[in-house]
């Protein structure tokens, strides 16, 4: 995976703008309890998926 | 008594928190508030973290105008005491940038255990007094929101970690990285520099691949979604602590050195004789200690010799050198004597720093910045006349117009014969270089200030010249 050939989405985040994947990774980068946190919200975010109506998903 | 609202100047490189502004006026540097910065400011300002950063001078001195000056926009004014001399991270050495992070990551780790927290984690908020590092955004402090990462993560990496990873891991100079890329090196570019099996280096994959691939995944989501997420699913204090301690490990990892070049060791391969050099660092030492305190701005600086005599009687020196590893050099050797007054700063002088971002003053050129009481440029004026073709009378209005009304400018004047100015010559065309004479040398000095002192090298082939600029 490494990001070449996708469409440039991310490439000029604003000033003072945390960035939503550079938040997440401090959770992996912050070791085996941030990776649970991780781990978490992800599972939390697949739950929410299947939760909701197909319809919802856009 | 009313304060005058003349000579009121923002400074062009403050205005991306629009919560807090320096501006510069009657000598000082002031910082004005709105309310809400002025709240987080009046939290900090009773810290205990923050009194201890202040008295270790970690951080630039700070202190509130009472009362509020009521000629200007703000809730609340602080008075920062001044840097000597702003310098730009493109233009510190990689021992500097590597110190700057990790001071960076200190004051953050401080203000995280108290509660509060930096909103960016940029190089730009790091300054020097001399070689040691100090913390200058005192506006970028608030209180920390539990269960929230560090929002100033991704900066760090763009403006500090990543130029020390290219550095530290593909030996490549991290300067014009910096120089080109205001906001620093992007995820997705190093993602491209850190292919293949440079994936494995300390800190890449995580910092850099695992970093630019969750930035890709949530481009969609908004911040607020994210934190919101992250705080239900339990971050907490000690996890953004942790990840502090993650990273100054990794920081102090990359100890990395850069190798010998031909400049590092220039004093002990160059062509003068013990005379010589007594003589000139004589001249040099009589020339600043005439001139008084002040800025000296050393060109040309190498190992510091001449830096060094000048900061005997100046109150700062800014030692500029174009080789990173002699640079490099200088700094530990000035950072593990805790010298305070003197800056080495990495620089070509014939390619200095421009001006760069919005505008092309956000960043402040060098020729802006560099304005000194004494300009030294000792055995450098034959590497640009000759080995630049930069043509003789532009060389020295380059030194004049470094040098204040009545200030000195002592310059060294290698002649056609030396054998240095030999060496150079035989790389160009025979006959290139017709007006690189000593008459045609002094003349273009007496047109641009009144020599006050001058005296011939014991070897005979170089001259030493102060010249009072405009007198």
Known sequence: MTGEGRELAVTHLAYLDAGSGSLIVQAVVGGVAGVAVAA?????RLVARFRRQPTDQG | MALPDTGLRDEPGSFRDPGNRVFHRAGEVLRGLDERSARDWRALAASDFFRDLLANGQVCGTQELFPTPVDVPWAAVLRHERVPFVSHPYEWSYGMLRDAALLHLEVLRAALAAGFTTKDGSAYN????GARPVFIDVGS???????????GYRQFCQTLLYPLLVQAHLGLDFQPFLRARIDGIEPDQMRRLFGGARRWRAGVLTHVHLHGAMQDRNAEASTSAVRAQLRAAGYSRELALATVRGLVKLVRRLDHRPGESHWSDYQRTCAYSVQDRQAKEHF?????ATMGPGRVLDLGANDGRYARIAA????????????????????RALRDEGERRILPLVMDLADPSPGGGWRGVERAAFAERAQAD???????VHHLAIGRNVPLPEVLDQLAALTVTGGSVVVEFVHPEDPMARRLLANKPDGLFPDYRREAFESLLAARGRVVARTELPSGTRTLYQVVVGG
Do not use: C, N, T
């Not at chain 1, 978490?40 to 939390?44: E, P, S």
């Not at chain 2, 402090?141 to 929002?151: H, K, L, M, Q």
């Not at chain 2, 040099?284 to 600043?288: C, E, F």
């Not at chain 2, 004494?374 to 450098?380: E, I, P, S």
């Open chain 2, 126 to 129: 790091v300054q020097w007094r």
């Open chain 2, 141 to 151: 402090f608030e209180a920390a929101r539990d269960g929230e990462p560090w929002a």
């Open chain 2, 374 to 380: 004494v300009v030294l440029a000792l055995a450098v």
């Open chain 1, 40 to 44: 978490k919200l992800y599972w939390r």
């Open chain 2, 284 to 288: 040099v030492d009589r020339a600043v």
């Open chain 2, 312 to 331: 005997r009687h100046a109150d700062h020196v800014v030692a500029v050198e174009q080789d990173p590893a002699v640079v490099d050099a200088l700094y």
